[in-house]
């Protein structure tokens, strides 16, 4: 039997070569199908990194059988596979495409082509034999049609990343009880919001399930993880989830692969996890997870990768690692973890990659490294290391990347670093190194990118450097001297910041141009180095785009004209810079960032000439004067203006508000008058507008409402007259509103929108004419002053940033009893200022819910009734002013909370009682109770009195005389009028029914 088999095998494979080699095997009607579905599309390369124009190679006098892309059945020469993914097909899928009468094709592949405006009507041409189809990234939208569920041979469907396609739960369900077969279903980025969670109903045959980023809402269900077969399973960077992850309902699973990160999954991490027996991969990162790290998550037998990042886990790393564990990579960071990293992770000896940063470690970097002689990666920044590096950390002879940026590690740079003849980063920035530079460490052979800034690094730059070298930063040290020559010669030089140093002597700047690769050169903040750009030879710095210069005492511009061809940032700030700005800054068309702020140009606005590239211009702290021409706005693409702190004059032009790319304008400090623009464009883009300290006149337009990703406000210190612009409500990203010291008026009415100011954290309205009560609905809506600010890596207000140099919004505010201008406003910094205006009534006791206000201002007003209890609740609280109002009633002893108060001022009131002693209340001096008669105890001279009686009111000393006296309560009715009225109603009153010659010798 065995012999006929072997003969029947070898008759058969014969038979396929005599088919293969002396026929065409194309079907003639296949092959007119191909020819015309390669007619209805053009072909154009969509992305360099996947284009291979596959029908190019179709020719009729060829086989289609051997066409890139067919694959055709060894007997019928049926077309079964057709294989176009990234073949730069463009154009519309019709739905009688001839591609729908190939009936026998059981493979298709259309990802990564153009088929925009296309919907998959096309599937209900029913691919009956169809097992594999993959349509990923190529731009179908619309919804799914029920006739994919006709493809029930079905075992791989891929639609991922076509954002615009939309799955309904009915089409769904039916997909899934038809094709039996499924094992493997990718639908990354396709819209599943209208499918619950709950009703997935997953058929027991997947093997791999991807739903990364598809919209899914709802509760995990318990025995999503114990699908019999599944062993892939991907659901990251669904948002709306927002729920705990599920306990596993199972004994057993057969899942080796789990990512679940960037879903905002809370609460902890199950304890049931520990039946993951076959899990190699489990990425929960970018959650909300908290608690303790399981210790039987590091346990289970089979894991290499664990990615942990970006929660809120707190408490140590357990100390569990076993001998045989199998761990190649390890991300804890980004959580709250502390204590020391335990000694077992010198057992993995598996480890490529350890990343502890952005925790709380703290301590010395302990010694757990002896046996990671495998470690490829290791990353101990953002945590509270400190003290020198272990010895058992240089025996890492495979190290490549080592980051300890951002801690507490202190000494010279170890000899040791030496032996790490690998690495290619070394990141030890923002610590307290000190002493010099070692040589070794500019010269370790495959080193490409170091950044030793933010130390204490003294002595001069070392002539030792690595050729290999890419990226060097030794900025914000102080390192003196020259820069050495042979820094001329690393030719892979990309990066040079060695701005804030102490470098001096004279360099010829275009050596510089020998760096041929050099994309961006920092020197600014070397006040000492001379740099002479004078020159006999021609150069080009053929790459250089980012240029930084300022602070280094440049009194002429440089001469640079026609040696940046490619120049994009230029940064002259700070320097002494004088006269006219050159021609040549005016030409360069590839200049679109440029910082002359902090200068002398003393030209006018006039004479500057707009380039219409430009997207960013700083000419603020300047003496430039005129006005501002509407040929500002012919520069069409421009972002961020900022002409502040100048002497210019005249009006604002309207094209300024018309303008659908501006998203920063900073006129703040000139002398500008007239009105504000009419009227701002329904496209504005602006995000700040200050214009503070101006002579502008007129009401607000309400068109300012338009400006919908308005973030700070600021048109304090001019000549407005209007009301409470109440509109400004609609603006849901508004953080900074500055009216102070107008002429605005009225009262503020609480009208309420959708938003209402829900995100504002600096409210100054001060030195207005407002009246009537304190808008307690606003107060209300302010959600942005009751949460108090977390760790965040943006920790300033303005998201603008077209620079690596940061600009931010500035603002200036009156807090702890000082007028300041802050150049970047901390987001934290939360702020309240309704002082010198004619605000009656009390104060609410809503206020008492902003915990993140930092300093709250009520001045200057008639504010009566007590002191609310609730301001005790606002820990935060550095500066409290309630001076000058008519304030009664005793100060709450729940003011005594305020650990945070720096300054308190309740002076010029009618307060009563004892002042609360202790804590932060020993802190304040006789000035702030200034102006209240009826306070006692320290810092005060008046002694308290335990009657209480005696402090219930003020007292008048009035002596009995002759069978009469002055009654206080007649008095107290006109004490807010004066003690003269009220002593003379005092009289009239108890004179009332007394003898008429009482009442004359009175008179």
């Known amino acids: 039997m065995e012999s006929c088999m072997r003969w029947l095998l070898l008759l058969w494979q014969l038979l396929l070569f005599h088919f293969s080699s002396s026929h065409s095997l194309c079907h003639p009607h296949d092959t007119f199908i191909l020819h015309q579905f390669k007619d209805s599309f053009t072909t154009n390369p969509l992305n360099d990194d996947c284009y291979y124009p596959k029908i190019a190679t179709w020719r009729n006098e060829t086989d289609c059988c051997s066409w890139l892309g067919v694959t055709c059945h060894p007997i019928t020469g049926h077309i079964i596979g057709l294989d176009l993914a990234c073949s730069g097909l463009q154009g519309q899928f019709h739905p009688n495409s001839t591609l729908f009468h190939l009936p026998h094709l059981q493979s298709l592949n259309l990802a990564f082509n153009s088929f925009y405006k296309s919907h998959l009507s096309f599937l209900c041409g029913g691919f009956v034999t169809l097992t594999h189809l993959n349509l990923s990234s190529s731009h179908f939208e619309g919804e799914i049609p029920t006739q994919i569920s006709h493809l029930s041979k079905l075992a791989s469907l891929d639609l991922s990343f076509n954002y615009q396609l939309e799955w309904t739960e009915d089409t769904w369900k039916r997909l899934l009880q038809n094709a039996t077969d499924l094992r493997e279903l990718v639908l990354d980025g396709i819209d599943m919001s209208s499918i619950p969670i709950r009703v997935l109903n997953l058929s027991s045959s997947l093997v791999a399930l991807s739903l990364q980023g598809s919209g899914l809402r709802g509760h995990l269900t318990h025995d999503i993880f114990c699908l019999p077969n599944l062993q892939q399973f991907y659901l990251s960077f669904n948002e709306y989830l927002r729920s705990q992850l599920p306990k596993l309902s199972c004994s057993t699973t057969s899942l080796n692969i789990l990512d679940f990160s960037s879903s905002h999954f809370h609460g902890l991490i199950p304890s049931s996890f520990s039946n993951f027996t076959h899990l190699t991969y489990l990425d929960l990162s970018s959650n909300s997870l908290n608690g303790p790290i399981p ?68 301590g010395q970097i302990p010694d757990v490294f002896v046996g990671l002689t495998k470690l490829n990666t290791l990353h101990l920044s953002d945590n509270h290391f400190a003290g020198k590096f272990p010895s058992s950390l240089f025996g890492l002879t495979q190290l490549s990347d080592l980051q300890c940026s951002h801690n507490k590690l202190q000494g010279p740079l170890p000899d040791k670093i030496a032996g790490f003849s690998n690495l290619i980063t070394l990141w030890l920035d923002d610590n307290v190194l000190n002493g010099t530079i070692p040589s070794w460490c500019l010269s370790l052979p495959s080193l490409l990118d170091l950044d030793l800034s933010e130390n204490k690094l003294t002595g001069l730059i070392s002539a030792n450097l690595s050729h290999s070298l890419k990226a060097l930063d030794l900025s914000y040290n102080k390192i003196h001297g020259n820069i050495p020559e042979t820094i001329f010669s690393l030719v892979n030089l990309a990066y040079i910041d060695l701005s804030s140093n102490n470098l001096n002597g004279s360099v010829h700047f275009p050596l510089f141009s020998k760096l041929q690769k050099l994309q961006v050169l920092y020197l600014s903040e070397n006040d000492q180095l001379s740099l002479n750009f004078e020159s006999n030879a021609n150069y080009t710095f053929s790459r250089l785009m980012d240029l930084d210069l300022s602070s280094i ?70 003496t430039i004067s005129g006005g501002i021409s509407s040929s500002v706005c012919n520069a069409s693409s421009l972002e961020y203006l900022n002409l502040s702190h100048n002497k ?136 942005a002053m009751m949460n108090v600010v977390q760790d965040d890596n943006w920790q300033y207000i303005g998201t603008y940033s077209p620079s690596p140099k940061m600009k931010n919004d500035s603002v200036t505010v009156t807090t702890k009893s000082i007028t300041i201008t802050m150049e970047k406003i901390p987001k934290d910094f939360v702020s309240i200022d309704f002082s010198k205006n004619r605000f009656e009534g009390e104060i609410p006791n809503v206020i008492g819910e902003l915990h993140a206000l930092r300093g709250f201002n009520l001045s200057y007003n008639r504010l009566s009734g007590r002191i609310p209890q609730s301001l005790g609740n606002l820990a935060k609280l550095e500066s409290l002013d309630l001076s000058s109002n008519m304030l009664t009633g005793e100060i709450p002893k729940e003011l005594n909370n305020l650990n945070f108060l720096e300054v308190l001022n309740l002076s010029n009131n009618h307060l009563v009682g004892a002042i609360p002693q202790g804590k932060q209340f020993n802190t304040f001096s006789n000035d702030s109770y200034k102006g209240n008669s009826g306070l006692c105890g320290l810092p005060l001279t008046t002694k308290c009195n335990n009657d209480p009686e005696q402090h219930s009111l003020p007292s008048l000393a009035i002596k009995r005389e002759q069978g009469f006296e002055f009654g206080w309560k007649p008095v107290a009715i006109g004490y807010g009028c004066g003690l003269i009225f009220a002593v003379g109603l005092g009289c009239c009153v108890l004179l009332i029914g007394k003898p008429q010659w009482l009442v004359r010798m009175v008179a």
Not at 319 to 338: D, I, M, T
Not at 563 to 590: A, D, I
Not at 743 to 761: C, D, E, R
Request: proline residues 5%; aromatic residues 10%; hydrophobic residues 40%.
């Open 553 to 622: 005492g440049l009194i002429e511009f440089p001469e640079l004209s026609g040696f940046v061809p490619f120049l994009q940032f230029l940064y002259l700030s700070n320097n002494k810079l004088n006269g006219r700005v050159p021609n040549w800054l005016h030409e360069m068309s590839s200049l679109y960032f440029l910082d002359l702020s902090h200068n002398r140009l003393a030209q006018s606005l006039d004479q500057f000439q707009w380039n219409q590239n430009v997207i960013f211009l700083d000419f603020s702290f300047n």
């Open 648 to 783: 210019l004059t005249g009006i604002i032009p309207q094209c300024l508000a018309n303008s659908s790319s501006l998203q920063v304008l900073d006129l703040q400090s000139n002398k500008l008058h007239g009105t504000l623009p009419s009227s701002f464009s329904n496209n504005c883009w602006l995000a700040t507008l200050n214009l503070n300290e101006n002579k502008l006149k007129g009401s607000l337009p309400e068109s300012l409402s338009n400006c919908t990703h308005m973030e700070d406000l600021d048109l304090g210190n001019n000549q407005l007259e209007d009301t409470f612009p109440h509109w400004l409500q609609s603006l849901q990203y508004l953080k900074v509103l500055v009216l102070r010291a107008n002429k605005l008026h009225g009262p503020i009415v609480n009208l309420m929108t959708k938003h209402g100011f829900v995100s504002l954290v600096i409210l100054d309205i001060s030195s207005n004419n407002f009246s009537g009560s304190i808008p307690k609905v606003y107060i209300q809506s302010f959600k």
């Open 295 to 362: 210790f039987s998550l590091l346990t289970l037998p089979r894991l290499s990768f664990l990615n942990l990042e970006g929660n809120h886990l707190s408490g140590r790393i357990p100390n569990v690692f076993p001998q045989s564990n199998r761990f190649k990579e390890l991300h804890f960071n980004g959580n709250n973890l502390e204590g020391e990293l335990p000694s077992t992770l010198s057992n993995l000896q598996h480890l490529i990659l350890l990343d502890v940063s952005e925790n709380k470690f703290s």
